[in-house]
Each structure stands twice: as C-alpha cells, then as structure tokens.
C-alpha cells in the first residue's frame, strides 16, 4: 500500500496504463521512460542535458526541497596562533532542542498562493522563487544543493562547473531556483540578493513561538494540564508569587504513534538553526576559519567583536576552556585538527577529527596534527590506514562480521574557491 494516498500499488499501476491508455486513443505519441534511466540519460547526452536545463518548467512547489541540512564549511585551511591574534572553538549548547524550545513553527494548513505576489516580508511559510545573489558577500546566505553537496555560492553556474576563477557568468547563470522557508528568503533580502521571480507561495496564517517573558504563551494551558485526563500533573511549585511551576507527563494510553512526519516544521527547525549560525559567522566576516552546524572556529584580537558564552541552552559555551589552540588545520568539511598550547583534561596537546576514519591508536600513529599539516601543505598527496578489525554488517546472512578495510585520506575541497594563502572565498564572488 502507498503510504501516504492509501491506494494499492497495483491500482496505482493500472491508473498510469489507463492514463497512457486516454492518450493514446486521442492521437498522442505515448513514450515511457522511468525517472531513473532520465537522469542517467541527461547525465551522459551533452545536448539533452543542455535542453534540459534551457526549459524553464516550474513544477508546483514540493516542501521537502525547502529542508536543507546543517551547514559544515571550511574557510581557512591553516591558522597559527600569534601573541596578538588568538583561535577559539565556540560551540552552541543543544542548537536544535534551543531552536524547538525557542522557535517557531507554522501552524494548520497553508494558503497556496501562486499569482498577485505581495512583497515577501507580508509571508511566513514556504517560498519557491528565483533569486539573484549578490557579487562580492564572503559568508553567503542562501544553501543550493549542487554536485549532491550543500553549497553557499554567489553564481549557481561556478559552484555546479567549479570555476576557480572570477566569476563572469551573466544573471542567467548566477541565478538560484529552489525553495526556502521565509525566514531564509527575507534574510537574504538584507544580505544585498534580489528576488527575480516568485513561482509560488504556502502562506501559514499562524505559528506557535514559544515567548520567553512569561514562559507560556497561554495561561489557561496551566488549568487544562490540571484538569485533563490525557496528562498526569507530578508536581506543582509556587517559584515566586507571579510564577507557577508544573511538571507533567503524558498518560501512556493518550499517546498516539504515528509514522508520519511534517517536513515544513523540519524545514522550519533547520533553516532557523542555519541562521542562528548565520548570526555568529556574519559578525566575524573573515575571522571565521570553520563551521559545523552548530559550531565556529575562529580567531580573534585584542578589541575585536567576541560572541558571548553562557551554561544554557542556546548558549555559545567555549570548548578549549583554560586553554588556547595554537594552530587549526582542515582538509575541508568535517575533517579538522587543532594544537593546544597546554595539555586538556586527557592529557591530550592536539585533537583530530576525520568524518569515515577511525582514528584508534594504530591509526592514530599515521593521521595526526603533523601529517595532516604535512597534506594540507603538499608535502605529502594521501594517506591510506588499515583497520584490520572493521566490523560490518553482511546483508545476505545478517551476520556482523569483521574484515580488513584501507581509507585514504586526501584533501577535497570545493565547496569555496582555494586561494594561495590557504584562504577560501565562495564560488561566484
């Protein structure tokens, strides 16, 4: 059964044979190809791909392409410390549980709107639209996925050929389609990008926030928790004479399992995220080295603008504390390293991070704060380690084996333009 319509997927076929059938019978030339073999088509036939992308066809806007993931950037390969310019690791306490706490999320069921656009500030929900970005911003706004990676570029045509150089593309080309939460699209407005064209609109009339002054949005929620049958009340405490405290938990037999999901609040809830991110990259412009989702490494000099930290959720909270990195150095997204200028709490002077290796003593002994300075600098192409203990999973018996396994570690960066002082800028700029 499809899940979402209910019907049989047998019934489903036959609709497609009667709908082939229909058109058939009035004269049409019916050719069927299934989605798949397209794509490998238009991947491989130069002109069909060229074709393909002059049509401007504008399908109804899909929700699930306005859910974008986390943003995990590198923007300075190599960084020493000096006496005069020091490096920071801030990382954000709890990023997602703060933005559904602290967020907001639509509500019902959106008006579809695809003709008389007002302007985009007058909207809340889900823009699918054409946009043009700026020339010159160091920390671009808008995500695009492109070469099945999450971009933030300044021309769409650089970031999908790679073009190293300067960007000479005309408005066609740097323009980006796609959908974005609101919130995104009006951000991007402030940053200097121009909306060229807007194809369709899901308006939410209302969102739930959660109002941090008196920590509930409606008071008569206190007296339906203490008179419902769907909640047992544990404990309730009197904090001050204007507040009230209650805590509570779901009676087991109101709970009600479901395996559907809503992508607009997932949409919601990481777009909010990126510009809580966003927030913290935009004020250290260039001083930013790297970021990951929740995370920045940066440096700083005397008098220069510092985020604040805090023990909360939401909370920037420092990850060298006592302590300061002497040197950071990334091979791209997820794969960093950094020297400490005094032992951490494990007796640890660096720590090294590489997303698909793990890095066990054996392996350690080979990817280290050396080596990988050693690739990162050119002296050295690749590094291949051996896990001769790799557990996996074989799918024909369902058995969990262990086999020998070699990665190599090389450097792939292009997701920005690599300059010559190990600086990066965004493709497009």
Known sequence: MNPVTGTSMSDLYQRTLDKRSFLEKNGYKYICIRECEFDKEVGSDTDLNKYVKSRTLHYPLEPREAFYGGRTEAFTMY?????????HYYDVTSLYPFINKAGKIPLGHPMIITENFKSIDEYEGLVK??????????????????????????????????????????????????????DETKKVVQKGYKI???????????????????????PAVYFD??????????????????????????????????????????AYTTTQARLELYSYLEN???RALYCDTDSIIFSSKPGD????????????????PNNTIECFIT??????????????????????????????????????FETMKDVVEGKTKKITVTDDNKMCFEVKTTNIITRVEDKTYKIVFDKRVLKNDFKTTPYGM
Request: hydrophobic fraction near 30%; charge should be negative; charged fraction near 25%.
């Open 284 to 286: 250290l412009g260039e």
């Open 79 to 87: 960084k020493e410390a000096t006496k005069e310019e020091s490096i």
């Open 196 to 218: 060229a064209e807007i194809y369709e609109v899901w308006h939410f009339e209302n969102v739930s926030q959660y109002d941090p002054l008196i920590r509930q949005g409606d």
């Open 129 to 182: 639209c054409k946009i043009i970005p700026p020339r010159n911003l160091y920390l671009p706004v808008l995500p695009a996925r492109l070469r099945g990676k999450l971009m933030f570029g300044l021309c769409r045509t650089c970031m999908e050929d790679g073009v190293t150089e300067n960007c000479c593309h005309d408005v066609d080309g740097k323009t980006l389609t796609g959908t974005w939460v609101s």
């Open 305 to 320: 603008w510092m985020p604040d930290t805090g023990d909360y959720l939401g909370d920037l909270t420092d990850e060298t």
């Open 225 to 266: 928790i203490l008179t419902s049958d769907r909640q047992e009340v544990q404990d309730v405490s009197f904090v001050t004479d204007d507040m009230v405290r209650i805590n509570w938990i779901n009676q087991s037999q109101f709970i009600e399992e479901t395996g559907r999901t809503n992508v607009v609040i997932a």
């Open 331 to 368: 091979g791209g997204p997820k794969n960093y390293v950094y020297k400490l200028k005094n032992p951490d709490k494990d007796g640890n002077l660096t720590c090294c991070k590489i997303r698909g290796i793990t890095l066990n003593y054996k392996n350690s002994l080979e990817l280290n």
